[in-house]
């Protein structure tokens, strides 16, 4: 199973792609739990995912994210802004399986 967490501000602006990335997965046939947190929870759940994507909105977090993913062993991303703002959940997760392989 592929862990993917999606991290944003409040861990709300994601969840509508958390849904289109599931259907996505689904329809693959990809067995994959993908869910939302916010920034402030990520240091806390950094080791229980495989992959952490970054949403754009919050990009500047993204030096602070490294640290805690390296900790882990663990990469992190931001989510692409245009793939974001389009909703296109098999983008987001195409980007979130090539990181997972990069590992």
Do not use: N, W
Not at 75 to 85: L, P, Q, S
């Amino acid at each position: 199973m592929k862990k993917i967490l999606l991290v944003c501000d409040l861990g709300m602006s994601t969840s509508l792609m958390v849904k289109k990335m599931l259907e996505s997965a689904k329809a693959r046939g990809i067995d994959a739990e993908i869910c939302a947190k916010s920034v402030r929870d990520y240091k806390t759940c950094a080791a229980d995912f495989d992959v952490a994507l970054l949403g754009p909105q919050i990009r500047y977090k993204l030096p602070e994210c490294e640290k805690i993913a390296q900790e882990h062993g663990k990469k992190i991303a931001c989510i692409d802004m245009m793939a974001y703002g389009t909703m296109k959940g098999d983008k987001v997760l195409d980007q979130a399986l090539a990181l997972i392989e990069e590992a």
